[in-house]
């Protein structure tokens, strides 16, 4: 059963979100792309890490007036650790940058700090492209009068509402450049409620999950574990992120500290980070990168998103269900 339907901004493809077994289905429309000129672009960590939230999130910058579309491609930045990376990457980049300026499209809000540098670096090399607005999300909801409440905030970190709790904000790697994320996550937590650590901003220790990436396991847990203990050093009772991989290596490879995403505290909704492990799995490319991946020497799922391939399905997304 699907149980959110849209049509993707980018390919004009119809998508449908299926919660309980974080799947996705494709399904041929008209092919025409929406006419949108502002877009939520939730990136591939958000889609799979926490699924109901991305049409949550949607509906939220939708009602304010933020964005009129939604688009759940990949940035392409997870194509540099495949074989032939930089030669996939920069193919992918190119089509991105064609089909984007051939839309009405002048903004993209962005969930993923990874994504906002990947966009950013992709569209500054294109006159067609290089004016288009990549914000925030954090400082996109912190700007419309979103807050975190300090009594839910309570609540999922302590068990109780009425308990003080303080927050050590972790700031993520391709951040680092512009402070954007750092600002807009700082902005959404009330004073008094966060404490930077020894590492932060500019200065930010990697959460683990490039060297993780690249296959260097033992200096991931190195980076994970410095992370927990200069959140437990300025005595916070969890770290707070703004990305969802950083979320996930700090869960997992650190015993210290429990970690949270902002998004989890804003909309009352815990991800279970002892199950996600295997989540990581829809990942969406134009089908012209997906015919030069060679789908053999891949350890991630690449799913084509374009109705042209798609002239025998039914307009129903059930017909055509990514397993």
Not at 24 to 37: E, F, R, S
Not at 189 to 211: E, F, N, Q, T, Y
Not at 251 to 261: D, E, F, G, Y
Request: net charge negative.
């Amino acid at each position: 059963m699907v149980d959110f339907e849209f049509i993707d901004a980018l390919t004009g493809d119809k998508v449908g979100l299926i919660y309980t077994q974080g799947q996705a289905a494709l399904a041929k429309v008209d092919g025409n792309v929406p006419n949108c000129k502002s877009i939520f672009f939730s990136g591939c960590s958000l889609l799979n890490y926490a699924m109901p939230l991305v049409p949550a999130i949607y509906n939220t910058l939708l009602d304010a007036g933020e964005v009129d579309g939604l688009s759940v491609l990949c940035c392409g930045k997870i194509l540099s650790y495949e074989p032939n990376g930089d030669v996939l990457r920069a193919s992918f980049e190119d089509e991105l940058r064609n089909v984007v300026a051939a839309t009405s499209i002048k903004r993209f809000v962005c969930a993923c700090p990874n994504c906002v540098k990947a966009l950013r670096d992709a569209f500054s090399k294109d006159v067609r492209t290089k004016d288009i607005a990549i914000d925030v999300l954090p400082q996109t909801l912190a700007d419309i009068g979103y807050k975190l409440n300090p009594k839910t905030c309570a609540r999922l970190i302590k068990g109780d509402e009425n308990a003080e709790v303080l927050f050590c904000p972790h700031d993520s790697c391709p951040d680092r450049e512009s402070g954007d994320f750092a600002r807009g996550l700082r902005a959404l937590i009330p004073d008094g409620m966060w404490a930077d650590p020894k590492h932060a901003w500019r200065r930010s220790v990697c959460c683990g999950s490039l060297p993780r990436a690249a296959g260097k396991f033992k200096q991931a847990d190195k980076c994970a574990d410095i992370n927990g203990r200069e959140a437990l050093e300025v005595g916070s009772d969890a770290i707070i992120t703004a990305c969802m991989s950083c979320d996930f290596q700090l869960n997992m490879a650190q015993p210290h500290i429990q970690c949270v995403h902002y998004l989890e505290m804003l909309y009352d909704w815990r991800i279970n980070w002892s199950q996600v492990g295997d989540m990581m799995k829809l990942r969406f490319l134009f089908n012209d990168t997906l015919g030069v991946i060679d789908s053999s020497n891949t350890q991630r799922l690449f799913e084509g998103m374009s109705s042209s391939v798609l002239d025998n399905v039914e307009d129903d997304c059930d017909e055509c269900r990514i397993d």
